[in-house]
Each structure stands twice: as structure tokens, then as C-alpha cells.
């Protein structure tokens, strides 16, 4: 079974940009979990997608949005970046909410310039 | 408010045992995991505890109090691999709330 793919890697943008990541689940898995990691904060919440439907979302501006699709894969997106999004973005899916375990991907690491 | 606090940062040697804690104060209780992450990796589960007491599962053993906010990931024969950082998660409330993070503690296993 494929694990949770997470595209692209690396990205570097700059300040005022926006960027769109993208999350494949592991097949049959209908959560996904999005977080950012920096080595200040650790891993902070972003939001979570349950059958295309936002199921909670952390304290990140509204310059942070996200879905989810129907085959359950999720896109976040980032508008008019900032240097201190620079961060490793995390998603993790799951079977469903709740107590499941939740399954990482490798992370796209984005840049800002 | 919810707080995690772990150590940032343990170093122990190869072939001994180390115990990495984990306090918390959360609004809610519904279970607490342990999260391994090589640099560079992605983190990946290791246990979960709900219920109070030790859940063993190989060289690897976490347990929990939740009368005392408190846990601990505890690694037996410790091997140069293990040398990544631990994350210990915590899920306030049943269902559908999002996991919280500690920020993580970074274990170096030297020979």
C-alpha cells in the first residue's frame, strides 16, 4: 500500500507569493491533517479535511486556506507569503477522525525569500 | 490553554535505556502518542496510551498517568538508529479535535 505523497518537495518563493502544496492519502484514508514544523514552534496544527468537508481548523491567518476532493486528496494554499511561513509543511491522513492513528507524509519544505 | 512540555534536547549511549518525559495540561483527556522523527523525515507513530499504565511494544515502552498529566517514552538497548527527535502528541477531547504537539526532544545515542 502507497504511503501519503506530498508535492512538491522543496519550493522556494518569495515574499508576496502564493503557493499551493498538494496531499495524496494513503487509499481508503478520508482524513487528512495538514501542520507546519519550524524548529521554534514544532509542529502546529493547520486544519483537517473529513470527506471534503473542514473538520477543525488551528490559529493560522486566513492567508492559509485549504480542501479537500472527493478522492480525498487536499490542497493547502499559502497567499502574500511572508519570510516566517518558511517552514516544513506536514500532512497526515488517516481512516477516519478521531482516535486513528495518522500517517505522515515526507513533507514539502518551502522557502521564502 | 493546552501546554505539552518535553525536554528539548537528551543525550544517553548506546546499549543503555533512556526515559524521555512529557507533562501536559490540556482543557481534556483523550489519549497521548509518541511520534518518532528522523531529520529530514517524516515523524512516524510508535504508541498510544489512553488508558493509565505501560504499553509495551519491544524495545520501545510509553506510559501514562492522567491523574498526574504525565508520560514517558522509555527506550531499551538503545541503538545508534534511535538517535532522532520524540514527539509526544495529546488529543484533548474525543473526536473530531485536532492532535497538540510538543515541541520535541532530540535524542543523540553516542558510542
Known amino acids: 500500500k502507497a504511503g501519503v505523497t506530498q508535492t512538491p518537495r522543496y519550493l522556494i518563493k518569495t515574499r508576496g507569493q502564493q503557493v499551493t502544496l498538494s496531499c495524496s492519502p494513503i487509499?481508503?484514508?478520508?482524513?487528512v491533517s495538514w501542520y507546519q514544523q519550524t524548529p521554534g514552534q514544532g509542529l502546529q496544527f493547520l486544519f483537517e479535511y473529513f470527506s471534503e468537508t473542514q473538520r477543525n481548523k488551528g490559529n493560522f491567518p486566513g492567508r492559509f486556506s485549504g480542501r479537500q476532493f472527493s478522492n480525498s486528496r487536499s490542497e493547502m494554499n499559502v497567499s502574500t507569503l511572508e519570510l516566517g511561513d518558511s517552514a516544513l509543511y506536514l500532512c497526515a491522513s488517516s481512516f477516519g477522525t478521531g482516535n486513528n492513528e495518522q500517517f505522515f507524509g515526507p513533507g514539502t519544505r518551502l522557502t521564502v525569500l | 490553554g493546552q501546554n505539552i512540555d518535553q525536554p528539548t534536547e537528551m543525550t544517553a549511549t548506546e546499549g543503555a535505556i533512556v526515559q524521555i518525559n512529557c507533562t501536559y495540561q490540556t482543557s481534556g483527556f483523550n489519549g497521548l502518542f509518541w511520534y518518532q522523527q528522523h531529520a529530514g523525515e517524516a515523524p512516524t507513530f510508535l504508541s498510544y496510551n489512553v488508558l493509565d499504565g505501560l504499553e509495551e511494544k519491544g524495545r520501545f515502552s510509553s506510559f501514562l498517568s492522567r491523574s498526574k498529566g504525565y508520560s514517558y517514552l522509555l527506550l531499551k538497548e538503545l541503538q545508534m538508529k534511535d538517535s532522532a527527535s520524540y514527539l509526544c502528541?495529546?488529543?484533548?477531547?474525543?473526536?473530531?479535535?485536532?492532535?497538540?504537539f510538543g515541541k520535541g526532544t532530540r535524542l543523540s545515542v553516542i558510542a
Open positions: 487509499s481508503g484514508h478520508r482524513s
Open positions: 502528541a495529546v488529543r484533548s477531547h474525543s473526536g473530531n479535535t485536532p492532535l497538540v
